[in-house]
């Protein structure tokens, strides 16, 4: 495999083709914010706050990192005063809909957002898609999607799938960086399935 | 028009797009042209069919405004209440459309014979006020004209 120098904030990288600057940063140990990124998952791009800046001959732009590839003699900055703005703003944005996550806000204090800076709208569901992504592409099981859209989509479980395959896998769970998945499938079960243990004693 | 689909005709779609997973838009497309809803047994045959998971399908079905869930009337009606249409008296045309059929925006008749809905301009508002049946658009409308329109339909 070919390989690929770049410069990340001040350091000499060296990284293979294919790689994203995400993959390339965390190699040596720099650090950069992530929702919607899990290794095990296709690169997806959802929520911007990887935002870094990079510079191609001359011209500085910012791009996504956990799906832009590395090139050779990019020049990236992961840290610069417009890059913690945009972060701020996607978090202060994050927040107003699931404003008791934990994970957002360690990221916010890291920021310095503010969790009031715009009016709540509590939907809980930050449409990381993480949950989606990994019951269809790890586990293959396609229990849990989207529906509708805009302000409206939220996540929902197929009923009879989330019956047979969720007892025992629950692996979506932890990976959700706000409560609304587990919310989601309490509701589900609640209202289209009897608990495992009723079906044992009945059997 | 029956409550179902049966799943010969499901199978005939779905062949008429080689099965392909990346026509999934198409075959919806089509039975609810023809259906005028997308009941969710359909929805299971075309995900067998096409090998594509419901989370998708329900994913697709549920962002596009083209498909319905529910049941929809044979007879589609589209109302304009778009800025032009509005000052040239959409609201009475609105009027008597529910007044006719008994249904607000956004519904169905319990024979399943009308939907109404309204829509924000159909982009020929010289022809205002406008009301759309099945695609077919008749234009200056007044309430009188309305009714007449709408018994053709009965
Ligand atoms: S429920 Fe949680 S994991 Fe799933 S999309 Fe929403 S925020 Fe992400
Ligand atoms: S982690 Fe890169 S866009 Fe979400
Ligand atoms: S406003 Fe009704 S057609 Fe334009």
């Known amino acids: 495999m070919s390989e690929i120098l770049l410069e990340i904030d001040g350091k000499e990288v060296k990284a293979t083709a294919g790689m994203t600057i995400l993959e390339a940063a965390q190699s040596v140990g720099i650090s950069i914010p992530t929702l919607c990124h899990h290794e095990k998952l296709e690169p997806f791009g959802g929520c911007r706050l990887c935002t870094v800046e990079v510079e191609v001959r001359g011209r500085t732009r910012l791009v996504v990192s956990c799906v832009y590839p590395v090139e050779d003699g990019l020049v990236v900055r992961t840290r610069t005063e417009k890059v913690e703005r945009i972060r701020k703003t996607i978090l202060e944005l994050l927040l107003a809909h699931a404003p008791d996550s934990f994970v957002l806000q360690d990221l916010a204090r890291e920021y310095g957002a503010d969790r009031d800076r715009y009016e709540k709208e509590a939907s809980f569901c930050i449409h990381c898609g993480l949950c989606v992504r990994y019951c269809a592409e790890v586990k293959k099981k396609h229990a849990v999607g989207f529906i509708d859209r805009g302000s409206k989509k939220e996540i929902c479980f197929i009923p009879e799938i989330a019956a047979e395959e969720c007892w025992d896998c629950k692996e979506c769970f932890p990976l959700c960086p706000t409560e609304a998945l587990q919310a989601a499938f309490v509701l589900t079960l609640a209202l289209t399935s009897p608990p495992p243990v009723a079906d044992k004693t009945g059997s | ?154």
């Not at chain 2, 049966?6 to 039975?31: T, Y």
């Not at chain 2, 549920?62 to 209440?81: D, M, N, Q, R, W």
């Not at chain 2, 406008?130 to 409308?141: F, P, Q, R």
Request: net charge negative; with cysteine; hydrophobic share 40%.
């Open chain 2, 1 to 154: 028009m029956s409550a179902v689909m049966d799943n010969e005709r499901i199978d005939q779609i779905v062949a008429k797009h080689d099965g392909e997973p990346s026509s999934l838009i198409q075959v919806l497309l089509e039975i609810q042209s023809e259906h005028h809803w997308l009941p969710m047994d359909v929805l299971k045959r075309v995900s067998q069919k096409l090998q594509v998971p419901m989370t998708r399908i329900q994913h697709i079905a549920t962002f596009y405004k083209a498909f319905s869930l529910v049941p929809k009337g044979s007879h589609e009606i589209h109302i304009c209440v778009g800025t032009a249409c509005h000052v040239r008296g959409a609201q009475r045309v609105l009027d008597m459309v529910e007044d006719m059929t008994g249904i607000k925006p956004g519904e169905t008749d319990l024979d399943l014979k009308f939907s109404l809905e309204t829509v924000n301009c159909l982009g020929c508002c010289a022809l205002g006020p406008v009301m759309e049946i099945d695609g077919k658009t008749h234009g200056k409308m007044t309430p009188a004209e309305t009714a007449d329109v709408l018994k053709n339909y009965n």
